[in-house]
């Protein structure tokens, strides 16, 4: 017994004297160092692709540090088209020595269409660029030491603090911004109640069917508005009810993006908008049951 006492004894001593001499580099919590001031900012007038004029389209931005520690800002972009995503793109590396060399303001960057369209694959020329795509501007910031912000940590978050990621345009760091192919689209023209009304159809049970409905501007799309019901209440008789729908005004040509009636419900094209009688006409087609309709919008 004493035997067993003396080897338990040992055991514990010897686990203490390991780890006694644990090297604390090893657990060290690593010093916090200071993060990145990188503020960019897109001008609104050139905030978006003007779809009216692609060949003079562009973005323009300024690009604002306090920073002093910064070995680069790479300004990447992720182009969208039909919710497929490009692989993230390198536009533009600015340097420390160039915010230095501005006082740190560079102002009037200027991208392109065309530029933007030369660096995605499978792009061949400014007409492949569609109503409705997007192009998110990432900001990656890479510090003297080596630290890259934003950088993945844990349960989904990073290493910029979700206050900063959610606030406005004045935060230190800006993570993101989303611009888009379209052209301006004023929602006062938009917005308001409106009756519907079926007028041609391929089955004649819908011709006729109206509804009162309204039209809101939703966004984040600066040319997206949504419509309380897309189908003149057609389907309730048989068991249906109002569906809504999003649509774009691209350049004042409404398109519908597809949504669900009784089927997948798409826009088949043709469709106008008349913003001085306030009139929206779209064409629609149900793949479950192969229905097609005219449905006319008229501002109250």
Known sequence: ???????????????????????????????????????????????????????????????????????K???????TTGGVNSDTIVFKTITQADINAAGGVIENIEISAQELVDKIPGLDDLSDLSGGDSFTMLNFTTMADGAVY?????????????????AAATTSFTV???????????????????????????????????????ITFVGPEPFRYNISDISALAYAPFGGSAYPGDIYDICGNPQML????????????????????????????????GLSWTIVFTKK
Do not use: H
Request: charged share 15%; proline share 6%.
């Open 1 to 71: 017994m004493k035997s067993y006492i003396k080897n338990i004894f040992y055991l514990v001593l010897f686990a203490a004297a390991a780890i006694s001499c644990k090297d604390d580099d090893s657990i060290r919590i690593p010093e916090s160092g200071i993060g990145p001031n990188v503020r960019i900012a897109f001008d609104p007038n050139f905030g978006f692709i003007n779809f009216d004029d692609l060949d003079n389209a562009k973005l323009k931005f300024n690009v604002y540090s306090e920073s002093s520690n910064l070995e």
């Open 73 to 79: 800002v790479d300004v990447n972009f992720v182009y």
């Open 150 to 166: 934003p950088q993945p940590t844990i349960d989904g978050n990073t290493n910029v603090a979700p206050n900063i990621v959610n």
């Open 176 to 214: 993101s911004y989303q611009a888009f192919v379209g052209c301006p689209s004023d929602p006062l023209e938009f917005n308001g109640d409106y009756a519907s009304e079926i007028t041609a159809s391929n089955y004649g049970g819908f011709v006729g069917a109206s509804n009162d409905v309204v």
């Open 258 to 289: 597809p949504t669900s009636t009784f089927g997948v419900t798409t826009d088949t094209g043709g469709g106008t908008w008349d913003p001085v009688n306030g009139v929206l006409t779209l064409n629609l087609f149900e793949s479950n049951n």
